[in-house]
């Protein structure tokens, strides 16, 4: 099937071939003949699979049939997050500029004065995040009882993100006699409860499994140990070329952290999270897109909706808490038919996160081997030992077993009791302890060719802090 076939008016299709789409995808070969139709939908489809579009196309047709003079909103799309709002409102102006459409867009964390007096000028389509389209409505800058399109854009999201409350206001505010679109990653009873309340004998839609990854999205798994993720990571950002990446982070603080190391070794990297302003998020997601940004290192509220043409590489530096938003995060690649990479580095105590995972996705994931970074990748001669890396451990002598495993229990008493001295016997015997083993250690990089000669290459071999970055999640 081709646009020609979905009933659009040829302005729209010129619309969509200048974008340079030559064929819908599924997800809009299904939805946007029912709301021609005039029919409610409840659809699910994962992220990627062009359902921005699969809305916007039908609604600006169906919009610019009936032009009117005094512009109160008519159409009204709800989104979880800013960029997610923006995103769509792209969307809706691209196509609505051809057929004499207006769109705006409002969210917080900016000034509302400007947008109140957007509206005032008159708008026929309205994309808004919950919050800020309650606080026009309460400044009464806000008309809603036009609407005769009401769509809720990865409404399980808001739902996570605690709008349930606020999805009740918002329809209070709108007129009963209206279409109403509900599109959803998941199907969760909260989802079809609301579906419910909102829509009037709706269009069941489902395009895809919610609980599988795009096929083409290239899945890969490295297990290291967590020291190891940032070595490993900019190895295979320089070795590998990369052009483009989104790295997921768990935190804010850790987003911070990774985009100055990352800046450290001339990478040019942002960090995007919910600290960050408004004007800074959208100034650094549109260097990003144009390719002025080279890393994007995000939390995943931040990046919850992003839309980045051929994003070629997804990086879970840190694993998802719950299986479901690794679909949502590697989803960022692999879209629109265009091929991806998403690449997890998965540390000892985050494998029962990747366990859930191939448990929901039904599949093993790709392990690979990087050597000198990776379990089961040749360790360098000049390590003497790699914790938890069974060929080093078999390797190393025992005299420099028992000083690692001294250092691990005093860390393990150390925590379990109040600080104390260390000066004393005990503490002369464990600096002439470390002492020696740094001096083995210096003398084998020095013999093998390792950070005492002049190659370059990552200090896999050095202890260091166990935890990784901490912070609030967000």
């Not at 505010?173 to 998941?186: G, K, N, Q, Y």
């Not at 995060?329 to 997890?344: D, K, Q």
């Not at 078999?394 to 925590?415: L, P």
């Amino acid at each position: 099937m081709s646009f020609d076939d979905l009933g659009l008016r040829a302005d729209l299709l010129k619309a969509v071939k200048s974008k340079g789409y030559t064929e819908p995808t599924p997800i809009q070969t299904r939805v946007i003949p029912v709301i021609l139709k005039g029919r409610d939908v409840l659809a699910r489809a994962q992220t990627g699979t062009g359902k921005t579009d699969a809305f916007a196309l039908p609604l600006v047709d169906m919009l610019s049939q009936k032009l009117v003079n005094k512009r109160h909103p008519r159409a009204l799309v709800l989104a979880p997050t800013r960029e997610l709002a923006l995103q769509v409102g792209e969307s809706f102006k691209a196509y609505g500029r051809r057929v004499s459409i207006r769109c705006t867009v409002v969210y917080g964390g900016v000034n509302i004065a400007p947008q109140i007096d957007r509206l005032k000028r008159g708008i026929d389509i309205l994309v808004a995040t919950p919050g800020r389209l309650l606080d026009l409505a309460r400044h009464r800058s806000l008309n809603l009882s036009r609407i005769e399109f009401l769509v809720f854009d990865e409404a399980d999201r808001m739902l996570d993100l605690g709008f349930k409350e606020e999805i009740s206001q918002v329809l209070d505010l709108v007129p009963e006699d209206r279409r109403t679109m509900l599109f959803s990653a998941t199907y969760t009873q909260e989802i079809r409860d609301l579906a419910k309340v909102m829509l009037e004998n709706p269009k069941y839609i489902e395009v895809a499994p919610g609980r599988k990854a795009a096929e083409a999205i290239e899945q890969k798994v490295h297990l290291v140990e967590q020291t190891d993720k940032r070595a490993l990571l900019i190895h295979l950002i320089i070795q590998q070329g990369w052009t483009q990446a989104l790295i997921f982070v768990r935190t804010k603080h850790g987003a911070n952290k990774l985009t100055e190391k990352l800046a450290d070794k001339k990478i040019s990297a942002a960090a995007l999270h919910g600290n960050k302003s408004q004007s800074f998020r959208t100034r650094t997601l549109k260097e990003f897109k144009n390719g002025k940004i080279r890393i994007l290192v995000a939390t995943d509220v931040a990046a919850r909706g992003l839309d980045i043409t051929n994003l070629p590489h997804v990086v879970n530096y840190d694993m998802p808490g719950a299986a479901e938003e690794y679909i949502h995060r590697i989803g960022r690649t692999g879209r629109a038919g265009v091929r991806g990479i998403a690449i997890s580095l998965v540390s000892n105590n985050e494998k029962p996160q990747l366990k859930a995972i191939e448990k929901l996705l039904d599949q093993k994931i790709l392990r690979q081997e990087i050597s000198g970074f990776t379990h089961g990748g040749a360790v360098p001669d000049f390590v003497l030992l790699r914790p938890s890396d069974e060929a080093s451990e078999r390797k190393a002598d025992k005299k420099t077993k028992e000083i690692v495993n001294g250092r691990k229990s005093q860390k393990k008493s150390s925590k379990s009791r109040p600080e104390k001295s260390r000066s004393g016997k005990s503490g002369a015997k464990k600096s002439r302890a470390e002492s020696e083993l740094k001096t083995n250690t210096r003398k084998k990089k020095v013999k093998n060719g390792g950070y005492g000669s002049r190659r370059s290459g990552p200090p896999l071999g050095r202890s260091s802090k166990k935890g990784g970055s901490r912070g609030k999640r967000r």
